[in-house]
Each structure stands twice: as C-alpha cells, then as structure tokens.
C-alpha cells in the first residue's frame, strides 16, 4: 500500500505595504479626511473584519481602472465579555477588553494597507500634512508576527 505525502508550501505572499496612523478621530471621520486629501473613495464594507468575536471597522477604496486597491483597518477595538451570573454577585458586571489586529502595534489605532496602486511614500507626505493626523509611518514586513490578521481580509 502506497502513502501519499503533501507538502504544505508555508510562504506567505505579504506584497502590501502597510502605514500606521496615529490619530483621535473615529473611523468615518479619518475615512472622509483621507478620501478629501488623497482624492480617494473609501467606503465602509458592509461587513466588519471580525478577530476572535470582536469587531474591527474596515473600509476598502478599490479603482480598477487607476490600479488602485486600499484598505483602512482599525487596528484596537473593545470587547465586552458578560460575566457568569452569581447568586453572591448583587450587581451583573460586563468586563473590557482591548483587542488588536496586529497585536505588535498596540498604540496605533488605524492601519492603511495598500495592496496596489499608490506610493506609500507619497501617501506619508500628503497624510502627514493634515492635521487629523498626528504621525504616519510605514510598518516593515519583518516586525509583523500576525500576518494572517491582515492578509485574511
């Protein structure tokens, strides 16, 4: 009797790059400054990233036609887990947790990955420019542990 063997192929294909953005606005109001600034046309998906039962806010700006695909993720999102109900517990409590989606950049609220079409350099310049946003920087490739959180979108 014949085994067969396969063998699973663990390269990953990571050809984005990604910016970090640091900012206080909510998602729809950083979606609307960087559609003004990059004249772009994100759009929020009709249905959020989702990591581990939480939620993330994921808008997409895609133009084929111009070769563009683009995605703003938010990166830190609460979770709110129900505790166990005790007959010694006089008042039902909810705990709160933060979740990442790259867990390696806690303090980044916002990532910008750009699959294809612009220049991440460009984009640094024009971004840095508005006053939403307070530092924009690339994330290298090789400091990111949990890529299957951003390529699995």
Known sequence: MSKKHYLLDAEIDTDFELLALHTSAVGFE???VLNKNLKGHFIRTRKDLELHHTF???YVWEAPQRGIHCELLQNIAQHIEDQQTNSSNLFEVSITKEVYLLSEAKNVP???KINE??????LKNVLEQSPLISMCYGIKEQKIKSKLNILNL
């Open 30 to 32: 950083l979606a609307y």
């Open 56 to 58: 993330f806010e994921h």
């Open 110 to 112: 916002f990532l910008l």
């Open 117 to 122: 079409g612009l220049n991440p350099d460009h």
